[in-house]
């Protein structure tokens, strides 16, 4: 008889593990999220086009580049290496940011570039705000 409860509590926190996944990356992308859901009221309120989508094109993009840089970073053995690569990455994404924006009044004018840089500061804080949420960083073990 306890062998059953203990076989159910397996299952249900083997059949509770994809539920969790899911939430973990849903919250992780919460930013993207936002960006999508803005849309329709973006378009709603008679934003700037342009300004919007190379926003979010920007947003993306940075995001992207994010993921590959990261997978690319954490290869390195070097740990002064990645500091120091991680440091290079995170002001990349920030000038690649700046360029949208600059890039999004030259082509559109100003509307468009304050519209591009009000949906990169609302999906950066949201990434902000989860960052802050998730807690430090999991740490590697020492290789032996």
């Known amino acids: 008889m306890t062998s059953d ?14 539920l969790v ?8 992308n919460l930013d993207l999220l936002l960006v999508a859901a803005a849309v329709v009221p973006a378009l709603a309120l008679d934003a700037p086009e342009p300004g919007f989508v190379l926003g979010a094109g920007g947003w993306v993009l940075q995001r992207l ?9 954490r290869k390195a053995s070097d740990p002064v290496k990645q ?3 991680n440091l290079f990455e995170a002001f990349g994404r ?5 360029g949208v924006i600059v890039l999004s009044a030259v082509l ?9 840089s009000v ?16 807690g430090p960083p999991a740490r590697r073990k020492a290789a032996a």
Do not use: E, H, K, N
């Open 83 to 85: 500091v120091a690569a």
């Open 5 to 18: 409860v203990a076989m159910d509590a397996d299952a249900s926190s083997d059949a509770d593990a994809p």
């Open 119 to 134: 949906v990169i500061l609302a999906a950066y804080s949201v990434a902000f705000f989860i960052r802050l949420m998730s």
């Open 94 to 98: 920030i000038w690649l940011l700046a």
């Open 65 to 73: 580049v994010a993921v590959f840089d990261q997978r690319w970073i």
């Open 108 to 116: 559109g004018g100003r509307s468009d570039g304050l519209t591009a």
């Open 21 to 28: 996944s899911r939430r973990a990356v849903l919250w992780g």
